[in-house]
C-alpha cells in the first residue's frame, strides 16, 4: 500500500518533471532575478541610466559591469524626497 504523499525513489524532480535543483542554485537564481527587478526599478523610475550613458547628477545610482559581466547598482547618494 502506497501513500499519495510518497514520491517514487527512481523519479528526481518535481511532479512536473523539471529537475530537483540544489537550494544553493535557487538561492542564486533568485539572487539574480531580485538584482534584475532592482536594476530594472530603477531605470522606470529615473533613478539610474543605462549602462554607458553619462550619469546625471540627481541619479542614485550607477550601473556597471562586475568581473563575472553581471550589471550592478552601485549607489551614489540618497535622495531627499
Known sequence: MSSEHEQDPAVSGDQQGREAQPSSERGQDRRQLL?????????AHGEAVPEGQEVP???????????????I?????????
Open 57 to 71: 547628477e540627481d541619479a542614485t545610482h550607477e550601473l556597471r559591469r562586475d568581473e563575472e559581466g553581471n550589471l
Open 73 to 81: 547598482a552601485h549607489r551614489r547618494h540618497f535622495s531627499a524626497f
Open 35 to 43: 538584482q534584475q527587478r532592482f536594476i530594472e526599478s530603477l531605470l
